[in-house]
């Protein structure tokens, strides 16, 4: 090992010690939450959101609110407070309708403690586990 590589291993040693709750992290851990938007919830959000009509006959829910419950687990459960969002990837594959059950989870694939790096696959079912939402996020996580 070089010099270089042992000040960069002793580097990231001590970035670790500084990170007790990344090293708490272990690949495949994995939370979720559930979730319905009824039609009061999603003209409230649209009314907030000054998009569409506050009133109205919401059948689908927006893609956003969808956003938002991975961005709630992230920044609230897994990994948690000290996360800082670097990227996020979103497929949508059909629209989730008002009033349906929604599961977000989220669930971490790799961990980079070097970096304090975490990357964590994201999905979305409906009722009957059908596939609403899928894809990725790399968060920077220094706590």
């Not at 969808?66 to 996020?88: D, R």
Request: some cysteine.
């Amino acid at each position: 090992m070089s010099g270089n590589e042992t000040a960069m291993s002793e580097g990231a040693k001590a970035m670790s010690e500084k990170l007790p709750r990344f090293h708490a992290l272990t690949v495949g851990d994995s939370v979720s939450v559930g979730r319905s938007f009824d039609q009061p919830a999603l003209a409230e959000w649209c009314r907030l959101a000054k998009v569409g009509e506050a009133e109205g006959d919401w059948r689908e829910v927006p893609e956003p609110l969808i956003a938002a419950l991975f961005s709630y687990l992230l920044g609230e459960e897994l990994p948690g407070h000290g996360t800082n969002y670097l990227k996020q990837h979103m497929q949508f594959h059909t629209l989730a309708r008002a009033g349906e059950s929604l599961t977000a989870t989220v669930t971490v694939t790799r961990l980079r403690a070097d970096k304090a790096l975490v990357n964590l696959e994201t999905r979305c079912t409906g009722e009957g586990g059908r596939l609403i939402c899928s894809g990725d996020a790399l968060v920077l996580f220094q706590c």
